[in-house]
């Protein structure tokens, strides 16, 4: 009988264990406090470095830029051909992430145009439509100080199945970015959330990773004639014949 209730207690110790950790993570992950953390990011920072000097990208190109949704997106160069595209995603990461690391993954390259994907993260996270509209302020800020004729598009942050209850604030920041690029020079707002919602106006099943939050193929397709239609408007010049 005493060994049996220790092991009872050895078990009730454990989960308590892991309840605590995952609650740790929980808050890490949607909670986060200022000062911000960028530190999760500083490997794949590292081996975008890394590569860079072995496979330099080339200048005045098309830097696709921001969380998961750029990270996963391994078939941009061929969807978005034939423009001079490039990529530098890191998962997990928030508009502040990006504004943190600009000067190593944006500002040295000097691409022709910034696109950018990052927000997301952000609404998850609970950040205020505030913070989030001021922290790519932020960015388009440090981008146009270093390099005044870039021009920077914003991807609406996308409606997903995961994330479908958030979608009244998704909707409200991407409005405040929209507004804000409309009066900005040089900084455009790129819509990509109606052809992702059916006639119904739900999220599409058929464009999304088993997640509910990535995007499979059918996705990026999507994406991919948003963006082409955006870049054939401000860089006619750039898209070379087949």
Not at 54 to 71: F, M, Q, T, Y
Not at 204 to 220: A, Q, S, T, V
Not at 227 to 241: D, F, G, I, T
């Amino acid at each position: 009988m005493v060994v049996r209730g220790k092991r009872k207690n050895t078990r009730l110790i454990v989960l308590l264990g892991l309840l605590v950790v995952s609650g740790v993570g929980r808050v890490i992950w949607e909670f986060p406090r200022q000062p911000e953390y960028h530190g999760w990011w500083e490997s794949q920072i590292l081996k975008f470095e890394a590569n860079d000097e072995i496979n330099p990208p080339p200048e005045d190109a098309i830097l696709l830029v921001g969380s998961s949704s750029v990270g996963q997106w391994e078939t941009a160069k061929q969807d978005l051909g034939p423009f001079t595209v490039f990529r530098r995603g890191f998962g997990g990461s928030c508009l502040s992430d990006v504004v943190h690391y600009a000067d190593r993954i944006i500002l040295p390259y000097r691409p022709s145009v910034v696109i950018v994907y990052a927000g997301d993260n952000d609404v998850a996270a609970q950040k205020t439509n505030d913070e989030i509209v001021e922290d790519f302020k932020t960015l388009v800020e440090t981008i146009r100080d270093e390099l005044p004729e870039t021009r920077i598009g914003f991807l609406s942050i996308k409606p997903s199945l995961a994330r479908w209850k958030l979608r009244k604030k998704i909707r409200n920041v991407n409005g405040a970015i929209l507004s804000y690029a409309r009066e900005t020079p040089f900084v455009d707002y790129i819509d990509i959330s109606k052809p992702m919602l059916s006639r119904e106006g739900l999220p599409r099943n058929e464009i999304f990773k088993p997640d509910g939050l990535h995007l499979n193929h059918k996705g990026y397709e999507l994406w991919s004639v948003a963006v082409k239609s955006y870049l054939h408007r401000v860089q006619p010049l750039q898209a070379e014949s087949p």
